[in-house]
């Protein structure tokens, strides 16, 4: 069966080094391994306005940002295809489909969208978009019939659901849509890296980001900022890395190779640890060269997309081409799709005849 990749982001924000390690960094992997057919990056603007009803022009300034966060990090054009969600018909009207396979407590049950309704505190307020949105994104990914999806760990309960739908369609409507796979980092810290505060994710809307964008001042002082072991008073203090953010950062970003371009008294991860555990190791000095480690992957990115900023109206053109793209492919399962589900009335030449071959005898 051929590898399709299916993943995205929400516009609502610049992306972030949780975004990177997350998913980006891994997507441009797969991308350039050719092992994958087609590859389509959503730009999740339509799901952006559940919870930005008010706020559209957030979303719409935010398009041109992440497509530029991900042609900076190596996406490319040719071989992926960056699609603008809202232009897409196909998926509202998948949606309304699948809407009816799924229950109203299943939904409830989705922790990701419990956690996210208590992050928003929407209260008894949800808005219905809101709380459907597992749906819609059921049906970005089966509507490019992906097999693989590449995200961080909390879109794991959206995976299960559109596995679920996809059980539920092929085995209500016969065989139609393909079941996909989450691909997640087999890197922990990966996984869902926390917020420089140490919250449990990075996330545009908690305020906790190091951007890709950032200029290095920034990246220095929200380093030199970040949460660390609050316990960890004195440099003679034994430290915790567990839990520290700054570890867990490192654990991250560091690569074969750091420790002798940067902090050449340790030969590795495991002995810098060691010594904070210990004692007698300070923050500062563990923050500068992280500062130093990130920079290293920041520094060609943000240079990448100095570049690309300067003609604005050729990443439009590379959006444009991605939508009709993903478009195409979107129409072609929506077909089937309509077809299995026998709302097809126009174009079943066959069913017409038989029915009115069946009035024909009624006249008799
Ligand atoms: P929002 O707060 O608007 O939901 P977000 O920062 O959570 O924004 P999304 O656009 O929802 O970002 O997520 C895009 C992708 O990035 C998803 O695959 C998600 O799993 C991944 N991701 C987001 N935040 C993190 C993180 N802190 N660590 C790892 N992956 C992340
Ligand atoms: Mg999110």
């Not at 559940?50 to 040719?78: F, H, Q």
């Not at 208590?118 to 490019?144: L, N």
């Amino acid at each position: 069966m051929e590898k399709i990749i299916l993943t995205g982001d929400r516009p609502t924000g610049r992306l972030h080094i949780g975004h990177y390690v997350g998913s980006l960094r891994r997507r441009v992997e797969l991308q350039n391994s050719g092992e994958f057919s087609e590859i389509y990056i959503l730009i999740a603007d339509a799901q952006a306005l559940t919870d930005n009803a008010d706020n559209p022009e957030k979303v719409r300034s935010n398009i041109i940002e992440v497509a530029l966060d991900y042609l900076a990090c190596g996406i490319d054009p040719d071989k992926s295809s960056i699609v603008i969600q809202s232009a897409l018909p196909q998926l509202p009207e998948l949606t309304f489909y699948y809407a009816n396979l799924v229950t109203v407590p299943r939904l409830q049950r989705n922790p990701t969208v419990k956690s996210e309704i208590e992050m928003r505190k929407f209260g008894e307020g949800i808005p219905v978009g809101f709380f459907t949105y597992p749906i819609s994104q059921a049906a970005d990914i089966t509507a490019f019939k992906a097999t693989t999806v590449p995200v961080g760990e909390d879109q794991e309960p959206m995976l299960e659901q559109t596995r679920e739908i996809v059980r539920k369609f092929n085995s209500v409507y016969g065989d139609t849509l393909v079941e996909p796979n989450i691909l997640l980092s087999t890197n922990k810290a990966c996984l869902r890296l926390p917020g420089t505060d140490g919250q449990a994710k990075m996330s545009k809307s908690l305020g906790n980001c190091i951007y890709l964008s950032d200029t290095p001042e920034e990246v220095r002082r929200k380093v030199m900022n970040m949460y660390t072991d609050p316990d960890h008073l004195k440099v003679t203090d034994p430290g915790k890395t567990e839990g520290n953010t700054v570890f867990t950062y490192l654990d991250a970003f560091c690569y074969d190779g750091c420790f002798a371009e940067f902090l050449p008294e340790y030969a590795d991860l495991e002995e810098l640890k060691e010594h904070y555990r210990r004692g007698g190791l300070g923050d500062v000095k563990v923050k500068k060269f992280l500062y130093s480690v990130l920079e290293e992957t920041l520094e060609p990115i943000r240079q990448r997309r100095l570049a690309l900023q300067k003609d604005i109206p050729a990443i439009y053109d590379i959006l444009r081409k991605g939508t009709e793209e993903g478009s195409r492919k979107a129409a072609s399962t929506l077909n089937e799709v309509r077809n299995a589900m026998k709302i097809n009335y126009f174009d079943d030449a066959d069913y017409i005849r038989r029915q009115s071959e069946e009035y024909a005898k009624q006249d008799k």
